[in-house]
């Protein structure tokens, strides 16, 4: 198994207040003196993304993410910048080390006036102060209000620990949230940040650690680790030099019904291109031909039903169930011969026994009980996007996307095994580890990328990878592989585009 505790830890807004509270309480770090340092760390991203703003205009809420903004507003207006900072909010409701801050800038001279319709100039960069980790529940009408004004400035927009109005635990915004280009996020990265709605409104996203002590870090653990493409490859060894093809695993795809002849040819060349030994496709006698025209290397085999598969699931290392699978009864049989053979119980699984890949109309004929085929079973890796995601737990996709770490942990509660929660932000959760993938770009909207995907995880499971750690580093490959793919222009990104970057990564 990977070790993930390297990974960089996602944080909750209840365990940024522990660390908060651990580090001024036990590290002996003052609040005020946080704040200053987070108000610092927040002006130089600023200057360095907008170094000549002809006017600053802060936008400050009545909690401590105000408190951050009237700091910042202060050190602007210190360097002799024009700025005002709009309250938003009853101004005596302000207490403790955000009241201390508007006084401090009061005093020295900074330019403090009510939030209203319109107030906003149209010049400058606008700063985000307003809600922070504090939020609680959808944003009331005056905030909701000040969110839709700054959205619809038209100014660069830099939000302080967190868009206002994005949830930090879950990525969901609650009502409307602000459009940033930049966030500078305070002491710890928080998880919704990083999925769901959050990184469409956080923009480019920088960490102040402001000096919180290690101690505070060790003390407060975060449960979510998002994940490094480099640091999981370099714990995965080289081939041995004398390494033959028996070594390297052998997969079976299994799909391609009428119409979706594509989806298979992908899932088999993935699976090839990221170092399975050997490959065999199970599909349509009529896709045959054209597969072997594409990818000779793969052993393509027309399949009439269950009991043509299953010779063929009798020596492999994983089986890649769906892409292209359809809903037919050809398609009911191959997926429960496939599942009938892989191992079912934990013991097996562990001993390196075949593991199932299942995507697509695989995970739709499991949502809908096809084969009666019994969960939960740790011999697989389920890989829904969020459509999937909801039939599998009989809910709307709406519902998996309000709380995708919920939904991750509830499809891996019912079903067992892996389960890979695809789309911006994707997470894979094992029952006890719960890992997120930022690679990835809106360029993997088009069809065929999921197929490329189980081929992936499928290839990495045959080489002997736990199942976490194929789906883990399956993931970040193929998210890391579209962003090299893209390059500048994400519009007209195909699926087969991803196969030779991955090969490049792997290395
Ligand atoms: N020492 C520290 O702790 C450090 C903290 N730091 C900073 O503090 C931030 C956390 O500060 P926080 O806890 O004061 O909360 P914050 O995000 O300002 O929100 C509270 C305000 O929001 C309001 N509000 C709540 N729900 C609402 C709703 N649904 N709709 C509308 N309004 C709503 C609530 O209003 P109330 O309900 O009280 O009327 C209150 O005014 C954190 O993100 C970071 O920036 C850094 O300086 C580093 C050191
Ligand atoms: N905007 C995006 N940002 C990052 N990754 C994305 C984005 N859109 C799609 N993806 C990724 O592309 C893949 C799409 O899979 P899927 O929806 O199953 O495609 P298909 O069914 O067409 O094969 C998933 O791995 C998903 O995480
Ligand atoms: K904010």
């Not at 093809?245 to 088999?268: H, S, T």
């Not at 030994?277 to 039903?305: D, F, I, N, Y």
């Not at 697509?360 to 995601?389: K, M, S």
Request: charged share 15%; glycine share 14%.
């Amino acid at each position: 198994m990977f070790d993930y505790s390297t990974q960089q830890g996602l944080y909750s807004a209840a365990q940024t207040r522990a660390l908060d509270r651990h580090a001024i309480e036990k590290g002996g770090i003052a609040g005020g003196i946080l704040m200053a340092r987070a108000a610092a760390a927040a002006w130089e991203l600023l200057l360095q993304r907008w170094p000549e703003p002809r006017r600053i205009q802060v936008v400050c809420g009545t909690g401590n993410n105000g408190g951050d903004g009237y700091l910042l507003a202060d050190i602007a207006h210190k360097r002799g910048f024009p700025v005002t900072v709009w309250q938003v909010g009853d101004a005596g409701r302000i207490a403790g080390d955000a009241l201390r801050a508007r006084e401090q800038a009061l005093a020295n001279g900074v330019v403090v006036a009510p939030f209203a319709r319109d107030c906003l100039a149209a010049e400058g960069v606008l700063v985000d102060a307003l809600l922070g980790t504090g939020l609680g529940g959808e944003v009331r009408p005056a905030q909701y209000e000040a969110i839709v004004a700054m959205n619809a400035a038209g100014l660069p927009l830099l939000a302080l620990d967190i868009p206002s109005g994005l949830c930090a635990d879950s990525g969901r915004v609650l009502g409307a949230a602000v459009k940033a280009d930049a966030t500078a996020t305070f002491i710890v990265a928080k998880r919704g940040l990083y999925t769901g709605a959050g990184p469409a409104c956080c923009g480019d996203i920088h960490l102040a650690t402001i000096g919180v002590p290690r101690a505070s870090l060790a003390a407060n653990p975060a449960a979510v680790q998002r994940l490094d493409l480099y640091s999981l490859l370099a714990q995965w060894p080289a081939r041995k030099p004398d390494a033959h093809k028996g070594d390297c695993g052998r997969v079976v795809v299994v799909g391609g019904d009428d119409g979706m002849g594509g989806a298979i040819l992908l899932a088999a060349e993935a699976a090839l291109r990221c170092g399975a030994g050997l490959v065999s496709a199970a599909t349509r006698e009529r896709h045959v031909s054209a597969l072997l025209a594409r990818c000779p290397e793969a052993m393509a085999r027309g399949v009439r039903g269950g009991q043509d598969l299953a010779p063929m699931l009798a020596a492999v290392d994983a089986i890649a169930l769906g892409p292209g699978l359809g809903q037919s009864s050809w398609s009911e049989q191959l997926f429960q011969a496939a599942c009938d053979q892989a191992a079912c119980d934990q013991a097996a699984c562990e001993a390196q026994d075949k593991t199932l890949v299942v995507d697509a109309d695989g995970l739709n004929l499991l949502a809908g009980g096809a084969g009666g085929v019994r969960f939960p079973r740790q011999d697989w890796v389920l890989t829904p996007h969020p459509g999937e995601a909801a039939r599998l737990l009989g809910t709307d996709t709406a519902a998996i996307q309000a709380d995708r770490f919920a939904a991750v942990q509830a499809l891996q509660a019912r079903y067992g095994g892996v389960v890979v929660l695809k789309g911006k932000g994707s997470l894979i959760c094992d029952g006890r580890h719960l890992l997120l993938s930022d690679y990835g770009n809106p360029g993997m909207a088009s069809g065929g990328m999921g197929d490329v995907l189980s081929g992936v995880i499928a290839a990495l499971l045959a080489q002997g990878l736990a199942p976490l750690d194929a789906a883990a580093l399956g993931v970040c490959l193929h998210g890391a592989a579209a962003d090299s793919a893209a390059g500048a222009g994400q519009r007209g990104l195909l699926a087969s585009d991803l196969l030779a970057p991955m090969r490049e990564l792997l290395g």
